[in-house]
Structure formats: C-alpha cells, structure tokens
C-alpha cells in the first residue's frame, strides 16, 4: 500500500471529493484526519474507514477562522504523533456568485474566504507540522476554472480557485529545499452532493453535458486516485505542477451539438 504509515489531514471530508479521498487514503495504509464544519458528515467518513479496517479521527471547526483552524491541525497532528500530507479540499460554490456586476461584495467576501483564504489558513497552520516529517506534501484542489474561463460566470469561484493555483507554486518554490512538496489538482465537474443536486434539472444537465466530452461528470473516487498518488513518495519529483484531471474538458474546441 503505497501510503503506509502516512498521516493525512484532508478539509472537506465529509462528503464529495474530500469523503472519496479519505476513504482512498486510509485504503491504501494511511492515518486520516478528517477535517469538516459539519460534525456528522465528518463522523460518518470516520466511521467508515473505520469499519473497513483503517485508522481515522475527526476534527471539527471553521477553516476561515485563524484560531480555529489551528486549533483543528493541532488536535489532528496529537492524534497521530504528525502530519505527513493535506489535501486542501473544502470550498463552496454559491449560487448567487455570477458576473462582477451582478455578484454581491458579501457574495465575493464569502466564496475567497470559503475556497482561498481557507487554503492559506490550513497551510499556516500545517506547514510546521509537514515540515517535521521530512517529506511532507500540500495538495490543493483548484478546479479548471483556476486555468481556463467558464462558460457559466462564477467571478468569484474563479478568482479563488486560481489563487489557490498560483499560492500552490509560490509554496513549491519556497519549500523545495526543505522537502515540502506543493501541488494543485484541477478537477473538472464532478459528481459530488453539490454538484448532481444542481444538475438535477434535466434542462441543466442537458445544456452542461454538451461541454464534456466524455459526456459525463468524474466519480469523486477518480479524483481521489490522484490524490492518493500525489500523496505518495511516487510523486518525490513533482512539486508546483497543476494536474488537470476533466475528461478532456479543457482540451476541448468544439462543443458537441449532438449531444440531446
């Protein structure tokens, strides 16, 4: 198993992509600390690994609030002696975040707070603690929108998630020499909780569907396979790279019209 002994902090771990890298995780040998606002959803993927023989805790907090995203990191590097790697994973994508003229201020401050002020405060905190392994390793989860623009305004979404991709090279760049590996993933649509509640509408499904040209959205479980590599002392070598992991989306030109 190719994180044994490996300790990591994933944000999010609750549902969607953070749930499927966590479960990924301790399947392949390690101790995972699951981070999440909601303490049942954060229960439940403990729970879960648990059952399948791995080793978890949970912590619980606002990753936006310094103190208590310290606090969480503090009590998730006691619960296994460290940390070894962290997938910045949680963020949110509000319905009301839109075009610069139609998006609110308190619309903006909330979505950079959720999806990068958050990144910079789990890396604050767990930065001394991935130092002391000797290897550690940051993964960020930027999205597509951080390197190509979207089709379906969201500026906000957007701003953050590429300046989670340019704070993961600055991080690459500065640790490199003390063997602390930084490097962001760029999921196009997935089929988290969020996402399939969205495309519920058939309508909504139709007209996105015909930008993808696999014609489906990624399983979470797919995602979490990346992370997991990147995890590992596999991935010794990379460090500041972004890894786009669409189905294609991004090397897309053409849509396809006949797609019904």
Known sequence: M??????VFITGAGSGIGQAAAQKCAAEGARVICGDLNEASAAASVEAIRSAGGEAVAVIGDLTDEAACAAMFAKGAEAFGGLDALFNNAGICRGDDAGPVETSLASWNATIAANLTSVFLCCKAGIPYLLESGKGVIINNASIVAM????????AYTAAKGGVLA??????????????RAVAICPGPTATPL?????????????RRRYLPMGRLADPAEIANLVAFLASDEAS???????TIDGGLTAAYVIDDSVT
Not at 237 to 243: D, L, M, V
């Open 148 to 155: 190509v623009g979207s089709a379906f305004p969201q500026i």
């Open 195 to 207: 996402v399939k509640a969205f495309l519920a509408d058939e309508e909504a499904w139709k007209l």
């Open 2 to 7: 190719r994180l044994t002994g490996k300790r």
């Open 237 to 243: 070598f990379i460090t500041g790279s972004a890894y």
């Open 167 to 180: 704070m993961t090279r600055e991080i690459a760049i500065m640790y490199a020499r003390r063997k602390l």
